[in-house]
């Protein structure tokens, strides 16, 4: 199993980004995808969730307006774009890979986004 983040850099504020979560080693349409995002000394925040099927997602209200999470199920692989980015958004984000009935996760190993000017 693999989860495998990418698209993390460094980006003014006000700025967009877009993260792509390559999975492998297991059946994506069947997992609710995430992305997490954590910064030292804090614990780490869901940022937004997306439905095995795609049909239903929901957004920490810190990002609700301003980033979007989607799949791809033909390239199983999940996105989150970001817009308007803030400096508190700096983090390390993770993409998380949960089955709902089997109570099974996969975590990536995270990418760095850095907001700064």
């Known amino acids: 199993v693999q989860l495998v983040e990418s698209g993390g850099g460094l980006v003014q504020p006000g700025g967009s980004l877009r993260l792509s979560c390559a999975a492998s080693?297991?059946?994506?349409?069947?997992?609710?995808m995430n992305w997490y995002r954590q910064v030292p000394g804090k614990e780490r925040e869901l940022v937004a969730s997306?439905?095995?099927?795609?049909?239903?997602?929901n957004y920490a209200d810190s990002v609700k307006g301003r980033f979007s999470i989607s799949r791809d199920s033909a390239k199983n692989t999940l996105y989150l774009q970001m817009n308007s980015l803030k400096p508190e958004d700096t983090a390390v984000y993770y993409c998380?890979?949960?089955?709902?009935?089997?109570?099974?996760?996969?975590w990536g190993q995270g990418t760095q986004v850095t907001v700064s000017s």
């Open positions: 998380k890979a949960y089955h709902l009935v089997l109570r099974r996760a996969y």
């Open positions: 080693g297991f059946t994506f349409s069947n997992y609710e």
């Open positions: 997306i439905s095995s099927g795609g049909g239903s997602t």
